[in-house]
């Protein structure tokens, strides 16, 4: 639909609404009118420098940006020859990247004149950085969230109604993200005229990709400086999850057209990509369109949306950012899958090395990292990777426990065996239902 | 992207079956009377079985809604309906099926309403093909803008298919032209913001909505979402022409079979009592 050529040499601030042939914006025509009125209310606000000062302001005296770049040498010792950083949006307030986004589309949302905001959450992340964003400036905020997911991430429920927002369990479709998503859209068609979606990621209709990616590009640009500072020189790679992907478009858009710099997305990969069971929309390379974009798409033969699975919450969507759609089919990024397994295996190596509890999606990134390390072999020696930390892992310590069976009274634990052994016959609570083999 | 085209220039009214239809009931001086069915609801004969009875107490063209995984304009009672046929293992093929059936055994104008992606997977002409070959006479989009529709257009013009598109009370007056010139048969107009599901009162948004597309070029608009009884039909029916009902008809289907929908559909016609 657009014209690729001229597009080899710069990939940065590509607007909407295509990339390449994926984009756009499929969604009923009751909608269309607020998409226009967010397009044009974020092109007139990026344009404005009150509208800027306050979001740096918001940024730095809020979520407390620069996030750090943090060398993590025994986790990388461990993983393979390469140095590993972290870009450590984990510090954020609110605990992941999630707050970057929340905090401008809220501005926009109030530049709009809207008063309530709705959302979809699967790990609770984005739900819970909207309904702190909806506390912050005083809105009304509704979170949707797939019923599997608010058990999976309990915690995560609560932090979101202690901060006001109501909490709406969605009980149909495979009710995860995605069936959030559907659920806020037939929100936000009813409502419109006082609501503002506020999506979390860089898919659904123009103008979220590009808008949700422009509000956290700070996190590669920040790391961009932050490893010209410390080291002299660019990365060899940056590495992120994806799942709809805006903490890799963050970090992938510092070095977009930086072609020395390699960029590593790694979808969830559940228990194998051979096996169904995963959410790597990439990785099986199949386009149709769902929530508003085209893009690759997790569907059957008659084009039925394929329910994703993984154990992160937040990695659990069957389609994914339309841009690293564009990305991988010009070749520009790499995306891979990450099994659980191997996510869980760096999720305790970082734990274990570095004294920082990773959010599991998050855990992806790290797993690629290593195994992209170890694929250098020898000539891996002084390479460096930036690993976007996207979150911190508390609200994952439950099923971090179920997973390593850390938990008193699970008497098959390979890592606590001696606990078990001392504890175990007298340890009163049964291990509680995670859901995360369900 | 044109969205102007031959068929455009030269309203169809012969080539397009749902305007035959629409006008045939406009010339006994009434509204055209729209009904929805999932395609197979709850199995595949009773779904056919329904559909005919909707034409046999008066619907001048029938939907036929393909069952979708994601189906982000229908509200509870269609979305549950639907999901109960996706999980008895439907397969889109059955949708021509149905099709061809209902066109057999009516006079009815034979639509499918379909998210599109469904039409995507299979390809913009191999559907259009094979809807054509059934008989159908087109299909509505309801997550579908003309502005991403290039490639129905032109497979729906090469197989001579109506393909209607949504307008909604929050359109603009340059997006309901491009509407109005996109669309074939009808231009469904959305009563409300909302989704699809009954409700007491009609949106006094409808006759805005219908007024716009007019004034934009429309020479037929249905309206629907939320219409469920006699008298939103004729409230309705006094400035559009056609009425569409679908969740009302769900709901008498699922709680009472194809004869219930008989008794609804003779009810909000008006077919009771003369046919």
Redesign the interface.
Known sequence: MSAPAEETQKYRDHEGPYFGSFG???????????L?EVERTFREAKADPAFIAEFQRLSRDYTGRPSLLTEVTRFAAEAGPARMFLKREDLNHTGSHKINNVLGQALLAQRMGKTRLIAETGAGQHGVATATAAALMGMECVVYMGSADTKRQALNVARMRLLGAEVVPVD??AQTL??AI?EA??DW??S??NTHYLLGTVAGPHPFPEMVRWFHQIIGEEAREQILSMEGRLPDAVAACVGGGSNAMGLFHGFLDDPEVALYGFEAGGDGVETGRHASAITLGRS????GARSY?M?D?????VDSHSISAGLDYPSVGPEHAYLAETGRATYEPVTDAECMASFEMLCRTEGIIPAIESAHALAGAARLSRSWGEAGEGKIIIINLSGRGDKDVETAAEWFRLLPGQKNDPVAETDTAENGADGPSPAPETGVQA | MSTTTAADKHPATSASKTARAIEAARSQGRAAFVGYLPAGYPDKATSIAAAIELARNGADVIEIGVPYSDPVMDGPVIQQATTEVLARGFRLPEVFEIVEAVVEATDAAVLVMTYYNLIDRMGAEEFASRLAAAGGAGAITPDLIPDEAGEWIAATDRHGLDRVFLTAPSSSPERVEKIVAASRGFVYGVSVMGVTGARDQVSDAAERVVAAAKSAGAERVCVGLGVSTRSHVEEIGRYADGVIVGTALVTALRDGGPSAVAALTAELTGAGASR
């Open positions: 756009g914006r499929w969604m009923p025509e009751s909608l269309v009118a607020a226009d149909h479709g995605k069936d559907n859209l037939r068609v009813a419109v005229e149709g369109v769902l929530h798409l569907q033969e008659d084009g039925q949306t």
